[in-house]
Protein backbone atom coordinates (compact mmCIF):
# COMPACT_ATOMS: atom_id res chain seq x y z
CA UNK A 1 0.00 0.00 0.00
CA UNK A 2 2.17 2.55 -1.39
CA UNK A 3 1.20 6.36 -0.63
CA UNK A 4 -2.29 5.31 0.58
CA UNK A 5 -4.31 7.74 2.23
CA UNK A 6 -6.72 6.29 5.13
CA UNK A 7 -9.72 7.77 5.28
CA UNK A 8 -11.25 7.87 8.98
CA UNK A 9 -14.68 8.15 9.81
CA UNK A 10 -14.65 8.69 13.31
CA UNK A 11 -17.94 6.37 14.74
CA UNK A 12 -17.89 8.86 17.85
CA UNK A 13 -21.14 11.41 18.12
CA UNK A 14 -20.04 14.22 19.41
CA UNK A 15 -23.15 15.77 20.20
CA UNK A 16 -23.01 13.71 23.07
CA UNK A 17 -20.89 16.28 24.54
CA UNK A 18 -23.41 18.80 24.52
CA UNK A 19 -25.99 16.44 26.13
CA UNK A 20 -23.38 16.12 28.90
CA UNK A 21 -23.14 19.78 29.14
CA UNK A 22 -27.17 19.60 29.72
CA UNK A 23 -26.85 16.76 32.12
CA UNK A 24 -24.16 18.20 34.44
CA UNK A 25 -26.01 21.75 33.85
CA UNK A 26 -29.03 20.31 35.93
CA UNK A 27 -27.32 18.09 38.13
CA UNK A 28 -25.08 20.86 39.31
CA UNK A 29 -28.34 23.25 39.74
CA UNK A 30 -30.11 20.47 41.80
CA UNK A 31 -27.07 20.55 43.80
CA UNK A 32 -26.65 23.99 44.68
CA UNK A 33 -30.67 23.39 45.72
CA UNK A 34 -29.52 20.95 48.06
CA UNK A 35 -26.77 22.32 49.60
CA UNK A 36 -28.87 25.57 50.22
CA UNK A 37 -31.52 24.10 51.57
CA UNK A 38 -29.05 22.28 53.78
CA UNK A 39 -27.12 24.56 55.05
CA UNK A 40 -30.32 26.60 55.85
CA UNK A 41 -32.04 24.28 57.55
CA UNK A 42 -29.27 23.94 59.78
CA UNK A 43 -29.14 27.42 59.75
CA UNK A 44 -32.59 27.67 61.27
CA UNK A 45 -31.94 24.57 63.89
CA UNK A 46 -29.17 26.89 64.96
CA UNK A 47 -31.48 30.29 65.38
CA UNK A 48 -29.32 32.51 63.24
CA UNK A 49 -32.62 32.03 60.38
CA UNK A 50 -36.25 32.39 61.43
CA UNK A 51 -38.10 28.97 60.66
CA UNK A 52 -40.29 28.77 57.61
CA UNK A 53 -44.17 27.51 58.02
CA UNK A 54 -42.93 24.12 56.34
CA UNK A 55 -39.94 23.85 58.53
CA UNK A 56 -42.02 23.87 61.63
CA UNK A 57 -44.50 21.31 59.92
CA UNK A 58 -41.66 18.50 59.42
CA UNK A 59 -41.42 15.58 61.90
CA UNK A 60 -38.44 13.78 63.12
CA UNK A 61 -37.82 10.61 64.74
CA UNK A 62 -38.54 9.85 68.69
CA UNK A 63 -34.61 8.26 67.90
CA UNK A 64 -32.95 11.30 66.34
CA UNK A 65 -35.12 13.70 69.25
CA UNK A 66 -33.12 11.52 71.78
CA UNK A 67 -30.02 12.20 70.16
CA UNK A 68 -30.39 15.77 70.17
CA UNK A 69 -31.14 16.34 73.29
CA UNK A 70 -28.14 13.99 74.76
CA UNK A 71 -25.70 15.03 72.20
CA UNK A 72 -22.44 17.05 72.65
CA UNK A 73 -20.08 14.62 70.30
CA UNK A 74 -20.85 14.79 67.98
CA UNK A 75 -22.70 18.08 68.46
CA UNK A 76 -26.40 18.54 67.95
CA UNK A 77 -25.79 20.79 64.29
CA UNK A 78 -23.96 17.71 62.84
CA UNK A 79 -26.66 15.09 64.07
CA UNK A 80 -29.22 17.25 62.20
CA UNK A 81 -27.50 18.19 59.31
CA UNK A 82 -26.79 14.13 59.01
CA UNK A 83 -30.45 13.60 59.30
CA UNK A 84 -31.14 16.51 56.64
CA UNK A 85 -28.35 15.28 54.11
CA UNK A 86 -30.32 11.25 54.99
CA UNK A 87 -33.96 12.89 53.72
CA UNK A 88 -32.88 15.18 50.93
CA UNK A 89 -30.77 12.69 49.25
CA UNK A 90 -34.08 11.08 48.14
CA UNK A 91 -35.10 14.38 46.45
CA UNK A 92 -34.78 15.91 42.98
CA UNK A 93 -34.82 19.29 42.77
CA UNK A 94 -35.34 19.93 38.99
CA UNK A 95 -39.03 20.29 38.51
CA UNK A 96 -39.92 23.93 39.56
CA UNK A 97 -42.84 22.19 41.99
CA UNK A 98 -39.83 20.60 43.39
CA UNK A 99 -37.72 23.22 43.69
CA UNK A 100 -40.77 25.37 45.21
CA UNK A 101 -41.45 22.68 47.74
CA UNK A 102 -37.60 22.47 48.53
CA UNK A 103 -37.39 26.02 48.94
CA UNK A 104 -40.32 26.05 51.14
CA UNK A 105 -38.25 24.62 54.00
CA UNK A 106 -36.19 27.51 54.21
CA UNK A 107 -38.22 30.49 52.28
CA UNK A 108 -41.50 31.38 53.60
CA UNK A 109 -42.14 33.34 50.11
CA UNK A 110 -45.49 32.30 48.71
CA UNK A 111 -44.72 33.61 45.13
CA UNK A 112 -41.36 31.93 45.01
CA UNK A 113 -41.38 32.00 40.93
CA UNK A 114 -42.39 35.47 40.87
CA UNK A 115 -39.50 37.07 43.12
CA UNK A 116 -36.91 34.30 41.06
CA UNK A 117 -38.58 35.13 37.67
CA UNK A 118 -38.24 38.90 38.29
CA UNK A 119 -34.74 38.90 39.46
CA UNK A 120 -33.70 37.00 36.17
CA UNK A 121 -36.03 39.35 34.20
CA UNK A 122 -38.46 36.81 33.05
CA UNK A 123 -42.21 36.40 33.69
CA UNK A 124 -42.57 33.54 35.40
CA UNK A 125 -44.54 31.40 33.50
CA UNK A 126 -41.98 31.63 31.10
CA UNK A 127 -39.21 30.69 33.60
CA UNK A 128 -40.88 27.88 35.34
CA UNK A 129 -42.34 26.59 31.61
CA UNK A 130 -38.54 26.34 30.60
CA UNK A 131 -37.24 24.72 33.47
CA UNK A 132 -39.93 21.97 33.18
CA UNK A 133 -39.11 21.19 29.53
CA UNK A 134 -34.92 21.21 30.58
CA UNK A 135 -35.74 18.79 33.27
CA UNK A 136 -37.67 16.48 30.75
CA UNK A 137 -35.08 16.64 28.14
CA UNK A 138 -32.38 16.09 31.13
CA UNK A 139 -34.64 12.86 31.86
CA UNK A 140 -34.74 12.09 28.17
CA UNK A 141 -30.83 12.32 27.75
CA UNK A 142 -30.39 10.44 30.84
CA UNK A 143 -33.07 7.87 30.75
CA UNK A 144 -33.91 7.08 27.22
CA UNK A 145 -30.80 7.95 25.52
CA UNK A 146 -32.59 10.94 24.22
CA UNK A 147 -33.57 9.49 21.44
CA UNK A 148 -36.96 9.60 19.63
CA UNK A 149 -39.51 6.97 20.35
CA UNK A 150 -40.72 6.25 16.39
CA UNK A 151 -37.67 6.56 14.72
CA UNK A 152 -35.11 5.54 17.22
CA UNK A 153 -32.69 8.30 16.07
CA UNK A 154 -31.21 10.26 18.46
CA UNK A 155 -32.50 14.03 19.09
CA UNK A 156 -30.60 16.47 17.74
CA UNK A 157 -28.74 19.53 20.13
CA UNK A 158 -27.10 22.10 19.26
CA UNK A 159 -23.76 23.89 20.87
CA UNK A 160 -26.44 27.15 21.04
CA UNK A 161 -29.16 24.78 23.01
CA UNK A 162 -26.91 23.38 25.32
CA UNK A 163 -25.52 27.06 26.34
CA UNK A 164 -28.77 28.55 26.45
CA UNK A 165 -29.62 25.69 28.53
CA UNK A 166 -26.62 26.05 30.82
CA UNK A 167 -26.87 29.95 30.54
CA UNK A 168 -30.77 29.63 32.10
CA UNK A 169 -29.81 27.32 34.78
CA UNK A 170 -27.16 29.35 35.87
CA UNK A 171 -29.04 32.42 36.06
CA UNK A 172 -32.23 30.95 37.35
CA UNK A 173 -29.18 29.60 40.62
CA UNK A 174 -27.92 32.57 40.85
CA UNK A 175 -31.40 34.66 41.16
CA UNK A 176 -32.42 31.83 44.23
CA UNK A 177 -29.39 31.85 46.21
CA UNK A 178 -29.38 35.94 45.61
CA UNK A 179 -33.37 36.07 47.02
CA UNK A 180 -31.98 34.19 49.54
CA UNK A 181 -28.93 35.47 50.99
CA UNK A 182 -30.45 38.75 51.24
Sequence with gaps: MRNAIIAFKSPLRFDDILRSQVVYSVSAFDKLL???????????????????????SEAISIQLHAELVEATIPPKEYLFEQEVIRRLRIQSYQDPIKVADGLSLIWDESQKWEKISSKMGYDPHSVKTKLKLISTRRNAIVHEADTDPVTHKKNTVTREDANDITNFIEDCGVAIADLLVT
Excluded: E, N, Q
Excluded at 35 to 53: E, H, K, N, W, Y
Design 34 to 56: HDLIRIGMVATFCGTRSPTTKYR
